[in-house]
């Protein structure tokens, strides 16, 4: 055990000392922040650029009702025709495009938007849905109903759903609010952490051992530790950078939603997604939720940090260089690719058959897995994927070791499948 | 005889190609062993199997009378062939981790290896990084992790590859100081000089199997096969007539200074010897005899060629 703590101590100082850690584990939350930040603020100061479009409306009706945007600018014209109106208001015109109306709006082809440059989907209906809106509206004064705009105004009716879990008792104070939305997000989120860590740190596991084999560091160990206790030192010391490095980010991003978002942001843009934003506090503030999350998190990400690591360790010691690695490092992708894709499908129906056993079994559960406890799992099903994926794990770096005894020593030609299963079964 | 290691009968194939083919050896307990042969002939591939990089395909290795068990190798103190150390790290730093894996304390291997650094001369590195060395240096680091927790039992595998004279000299030294202080050494070499100044024992392997193993002194006596030097003031009708049947002049005689002369002679029987000189004590005015040993290397040339 102490030998597997040096190797564990050595590995995990070397790389935490380096600069290439302390520069990716500071620029990252500034560059995760960015990308969450920046739509947002794109948001804020595009708005100023505002389309201008040219309309022609035979009806006569509609134009003057078209309410302008800071989107959209209407600019109605009367004399031209749509020819005319094309060659006028061209690319240099600085027009963004022309709307044309022709007489009968809900003929096929009449409302034509012609443009200069490629339109926006948001621009597009915002058009539409207005002249429907115009031309509903119309419709319904023809039927000469009295005082109209009050029954419309008295019909209109806005729906909020509260959902809620059932825990069978009936009272619904004790029953837990749930958001979509909310666990999108979060399930989005740790998703995609999951499979970025395995994937960054499964590499830098397959590097380390491949940079053992080349630098014959282990002939020299083979006399100081066994093969596995070597192993283990490797996967369990880049383990703990990577539970290092992730917890310096939570400690960042927690400080920066904070002290910086509240600060950057002003108070009217949070008020707008008022709702949303409510759910958020609601569920970021439930402090033993959190915490419950966070446990199962770290559960999550060390086994399938584990479990993929002990794979890339042992082809690590099976090949000479990292670019022969490829091959195999490509058959280890193929299950953690699948698993984001059926994560994506997770976020339909947690609760779907597809959803359900792809947490269970252990090269997808957990991804998967963690994807789904924000939209609130049955405990068993954690317990049970976790106990499965734990076993996996000692599965696979059994039969790990096995490969890495005997690879971590073989130079030259890159074994075949053949001479792996070999591998395994030698005593 | 003591023996410390033994080899018995090990056999180890490759895909296409024997490796060690019943191969058998007896290291005594505070030797220095060496294992020579020329490039490929399987001296590493032996000192793989000894700790147990390799399994052998037939055979035993025995540590003091018991099969080898993985626990033995831990005990065993071996510099590969190939210099191992992490590119990366400080070079008193790497020495201290692979001292402590031995299972010294850091003080105690802290203790050791600044003494040790200091007798090879290379305390100015102890804070450099492990690339920055040249490759002798790196030699010197690997052997001072390889010695430092003074294990019973040492394997070199070619120690002087890539030592200048200097340093190949001074590794000689702390070999036969570790030696001296109770250790066994087996190292592999193909540097004939370096075996004859500090090999007690050879075993020689060539095309996979031991062609030759025993101390070196015997080895070389009865390579020698008796041959003499004679220095006499005779003619060689004279010298034969004197060495009657009992020997053979061998090659041509030289003049050398004054009036004497030098020549090779061959003594039939090993019995004969004490008489021959006697004869020539008495009628050849015999100035003086050597009996010529052939060097380590003549043997080398000689056992691989299969001429000896």
Redesign the interface.
Known sequence: MKKIYLIIAREFSERVRKKSFIIVTLLMPLLMIAIMVAPSLMMLYSTSDQKQVVVIDRTGEIAPQLQSSTEVMFIPEERMSKAEACRTFNEESGIFGILYIGSDVEARDSVQLITNASSSMIIEESIASQISAIIEHKKLLEYNIENLDKILASVETDIELSTFINNGTGEEETMETTSSGISYALGMILGMLLYMVIILYGQMVLTSVVEEKASRVIDVMVTSATPFQLMMGKIIGIAAVALTQIAIWAALVIAASKFLIPAVFSAELTATNDAMMQALVGTLGDTGYIATLFAYVALFILGGFLLYASLYAASGSAVDSVQDGQQFNTIIMLPIILSIIIMMSVFNDPNSPIAFWASMIPFTSPIVMIARIPFGIATWEIIVSLVVLYLSFVLTTWLAAKIFRVGIFMHGKRPTWGELWQWIRTK | MDTILKIENVTKSYTGHKALDDVSLEVPRGAVYGLLGPNGAGKTTLI?VI????MADKGRVLLDGKPLT?DD??H?????E????????RVGEQAI??A???GLTRREAERRLREWFERLGISDWWERKVEDLSKGMAQKV?FI?TVVHEPKLLIFDEPFSGFDPINANALKEEILGLRDRGATVIFSTHNMASVEEICDHITLINKSKNILSGSVEEIRRSAGGNNFEVTHRVDDDTLRATLGDRAVIVGESRGIVGSYRQTNIHIRRDDDVRTVIAALNDGCDLRSLREMIPSMNDIFIRAVNGTL
């Open positions: 793989r700790t147990r990089i390799t993985a190798v831990f065993i103190g071996y510099m590969p190939e210099r191992g150390l992490y590119k990366k790290m981790f692979f402590r894996l031995k690997q992790s």
